[in-house]
Structure formats: structure tokens, C-alpha cells
């Protein structure tokens, strides 16, 4: 398979179906959808390239550096909520998943992988993929392989059930969870995860993609993260959240952002000296992982 410079597409065995991937929508909640590159860093070695990327079709997105492919699979166009980050702008694609056709065509793709890769990483999202959980249970059981698969969610399905299935197939969850939004789907977001770390307290395998900004409460962040002992996956910087053009933002939030700051470096190099545990925002934040 080789990129055609001039057509801009991927020639060869999947000529038919690698779309240009300009032309294609992939339905993503675009809340999640800034964390979609990040995942895939995430899962690649550190510094490591893409050297190959190509769009199978409307669902599938295939991503391939030295040794380790990822397959993101748009599972679903369906959300278990109704909010304002449903990505509705342009020609919309209506998502129908086959289950039994994703597996045939991620074997194609491994297939045609298989002699330069030594790791598979499946990363489901949406929507909100735990709609369709029994589809990605589904695919996870037929695909066969040693393959490991990734989900992103905004967790308001994660029930009891689910997340023991989670945490016995050994299963990364990525929850996009923000602290500082107060309402009920926020709430019993908070709720299912705090009850998944206290049932399973050794368990890592949901974590957290979340963002911070001038306005963050950056100490209520960190003592939350501190007494729950939830993993952070991706923390990213939001400074420009909620602001317009030539938008400026108060000198007096400015400084109450730097007074945190140097709180929780103080605090950091504190516990540090006395070989306390930090929270993963902490650690995070202050980019000492």
C-alpha cells in the first residue's frame, strides 16, 4: 500500500474503500474528539511516528508506527446522553455497525499487517460506545488474536456489570470527565467511578481524559484526584476555553491561577521529601510523570 501524493488517498489492496480522509465524517462526539490523537500517542511508544495512516471507511481508522497497529473503530453514532458536543455540522454519515463485518474487515487489515506488526490495539468510541457494549463483546470474542482493546466514553453507562466485565477481559477505558461541571450526568458520572475504585482499588483499567484552565479550581482537582486514587490517562491544557477573539481574561484570575500553582509545586516537592504518593493530576499537571 503506498499514499498517492496527488489524489491524496492510500493506493492498493484498499484502494476501493481508503477514502480521502477529508471527505469522510466520522460522526465523533466532538468533546471527544480533541482526545482522539492523544489516545493514539498514548498508545505508541513515546516519540514514536505514524509511518502509516489510512481510512478504511466510514468507520474504521487504521494507524501504524515501527512494531504496533491501532484500529479505531467508530462502533456507534448513537449517545447515551443529549448535549450541545454532537457533531451534526456538515454531511452526516448515519453509523450502522455490522459486528459480524467489522471483524472481517479488521482480519483484512491484520492480515495484510502481519508481517512487520507485534502489537494490535482496538479503540472503540462514538457516540458513546458502551451503548453498543455487546457489539465490542461481540468483536472482542470473534476477532481472535492477541489484540487489546481501548474505549472511549463519557461513563454514564459504566454500571456494575459492565465494569466487571471491564476489569476481568482487562479492558482501558478512557472516561472525558470534568470535576467542575455541576449537574446530575456529572454527578452519576462521579458516582460510577468512585464506586469502581473503591470495588476494584488495584484495578487501572479506567482512567481518566479531562482538561484544566485559568478558571480550574487546580487545589479541589488535585485533592480529589488525591483521595480517590483515579488515574488521569490525558490532562490537557484549555486555557482558551469559553473565550472569543481579543477576549481578556481578568488579571486577578491570572494571579489566583499562579497562586495554585506554586501551592502544588510546593506541595509536590513536600511530598516528594517525605516519599508521599502524589495524585496522578498532581504529577500530571506539574508534567512530572
Known amino acids: 500500500m503506498r499514499y498517492n501524493n496527488s489524489n491524496a488517498y492510500y493506493e492498493g489492496d484498499y484502494n476501493q474503500c481508503a477514502y480521502n480522509y ?12 480533541r482526545y482522539i490523537i492523544d489516545i493514539k500517542n498514548l498508545i505508541f511508544k513515546p516519540k514514536s511516528k505514524t509511518k502509516d495512516f489510512f481510512q478504511f471507511d466510514n468507520k474504521i481508522q487504521v494507524f501504524v508506527n515501527d512494531n504496533t497497529i491501532i484500529i479505531m473503530i467508530n462502533i456507534t453514532d448513537k449517545c447515551s446522553l443529549s448535549c450541545n458536543n454532537c457533531n451534526i455540522e456538515g454531511n452526516r454519515i448515519k453509523i450502522n455497525v455490522d459486528e459480524k463485518e467489522i471483524v472481517k474487515s479488521v482480519k483484512k487489515i491484520l492480515e495484510y499487517y502481519s508481517n512487520q506488526i507485534e502489537k494490535c490495539d482496538l479503540v472503540f468510541y462514538g457516540g458513546d460506545p458502551l451503548v453498543d457494549f455487546d457489539k465490542i463483546l461481540y468483536i472482542y470474542d470473534n ?25 476481568n477481559r482487562d479492558i482501558s477505558v478512557y472516561v472525558n470527565f470534568d470535576l467542575g461541571t455541576k449537574n446530575k450526568i456529572c454527578e452519576r458520572i462521579k458516582d460510577n467511578l468512585l464506586k469502581y475504585k473503591k470495588k476494584y482499588a488495584y484495578s487501572n483499567n479506567i482512567k481518566i481524559i479531562t482538561h484544566y484552565n485559568f478558571h480550574s479550581n487546580l487545589e479541589k482537582l488535585d485533592k480529589f484526584y488525591e483521595e480517590s486514587k483515579l488515574q488521569i490517562a ?32 510546593n506541595k509536590y516537592k513536600l511530598y516528594k521529601k517525605q516519599g508521599k504518593e502524589c495524585s496522578s493530576f498532581l504529577k500530571q499537571f506539574l508534567n512530572y510523570n
Do not use: A, M, P
Open 22 to 33: 477529508k471527505e469522510v465524517n466520522l460522526n465523533i462526539c466532538s468533546h471527544l474528539e
Open 143 to 167: 476477532l481472535g488474536g492477541n489484540y487489546h482493546v481501548n474505549i472511549i466514553t463519557n461513563g454514564f453507562l459504566l454500571t456494575d456489570e459492565i465494569i466487571k466485565v471491564i476489569v
Open 234 to 265: 490525558i490532562l490537557k491544557e484549555d486555557y482558551s476555553e469559553n473565550l472569543k477573539y481579543h477576549d481578556k481574561i481578568e488579571q486577578s484570575i491570572i494571579d489566583g491561577y499562579l497562586d495554585q500553582y506554586r501551592n502544588l509545586t
